[in-house]
């Protein structure tokens, strides 16, 4: 179970972001020493089309791509919004602060400090992974998801 004593922030931008904004401040996130997880939330993007006359077909949208956070390349199931980041100590906000700065430039966007993601396991989280789940991925399950969830190896 994760301790609920390490300190969890929200970034919100003011709009739905690209890959290459997300590809861009996540590797400064990522470079930053102290954070232990994160977890890139918005709208899901399907690789196919649900639903309509097009079911089935493959769904070319165009925020859908590969992006390379550290060494590891990684697919944007979603249209990022928020990043929700767990941190070592409240010593690393002012880091995570000035990477955003420099992340997002021009694009208008706020971080939040207070607590975002589960800490200790949920019935989906039992459900998806059983009673022996990883440590680091509680509170991460989307239970609509047939994947669990990208362990970026930058990140403890």
Not at 10 to 26: G, K, Q
Not at 38 to 53: D, E, F, K, M, S
Request: charged share 25%; with cysteine; hydrophobic share 40%.
């Amino acid at each position: 179970m994760t301790d609920a004593i390490y300190p969890q922030v929200r970034i919100v931008s003011e709009r739905l972001l690209n890959p290459e904004t997300v590809e861009r401040v996540m590797n400064l996130i990522v470079a930053t020493e102290g954070v232990r997880r994160a977890i890139l939330n918005g709208p899901r993007i399907p690789p196919t089309i649900t639903y309509g006359p097009a079911k089935g077909q493959p769904n070319p949208h165009e925020m859908r791509k590969i992006i390379k956070i550290g060494d590891q390349n990684v697919e944007l199931q979603v249209h990022v919004g928020t990043i929700l980041l767990e941190l070592e100590n409240k010593d690393v906000i002012p880091a995570i602060r000035a990477a955003c700065e420099a992340g997002f430039r021009d694009l208008p966007w706020y971080l939040q400090e207070g607590r975002f993601m589960k800490t200790s396991p949920s019935l989906v989280d039992y459900a998806k992974y059983g009673p022996d789940a990883d440590k680091a991925i509680i509170g991460m399950a989307d239970p609509g998801s047939k994947s669990g969830p990208v362990i970026i190896q930058g990140i403890k």
